[in-house]
């Protein structure tokens, strides 16, 4: 007398789940790949760092070694940036600032942008190459 059980196992592979993880992943380096996007206006050589990079829609400030400010890709004084920085950032509910200092920028120029951000509630994030 053969005994048989109920429950046989079928040697079939069903490709619908890996499908949908691999339209899954398709989608999301579709999005992540069209969301990234540098602010590349001004060619300088940032310092080396680690750290994750966020993507929102934000104002760069970039300080050349010359002394030279920029608001995104137009030129402004010291004295103009303020003005121009709040008047670029109205209107958004949550305003932050990319700094983007080169290496041999003193310091003093980096807490003077640092400083105008805190007074205003803007948020810093601060720009650095990855190695």
Do not use: C, H, W
Request: aromatic share 6%.
């Amino acid at each position: 007398m053969k005994l048989r059980g109920r429950n046989q196992i079928k040697p079939e592979f069903n490709m619908s789940s890996m499908t949908d993880v691999v339209f899954l992943l398709l989608i999301f380096f579709m999005i992540a790949s069209t969301l990234a996007k540098q602010l590349n206006t001004i060619e300088v050589k940032l310092p080396q760092g680690e750290g994750k990079t966020e993507n929102r829609n934000t104002v760069a400030v970039t300080i050349t070694d010359s002394g030279r400010f920029y608001l995104n890709e137009n030129r402004v004084t010291k004295n103009q940036l303020e003005t121009r920085l709040i008047k670029a950032l109205e209107g958004g509910q949550a305003p932050s600032l990319v700094l983007r200092a080169e290496e041999k920028v003193a310091i003093q120029e980096v807490v003077f942008v640092m400083n105008v951000a805190n007074k205003n509630g803007i948020k810093v994030v601060l720009a650095v190459d990855t190695p």
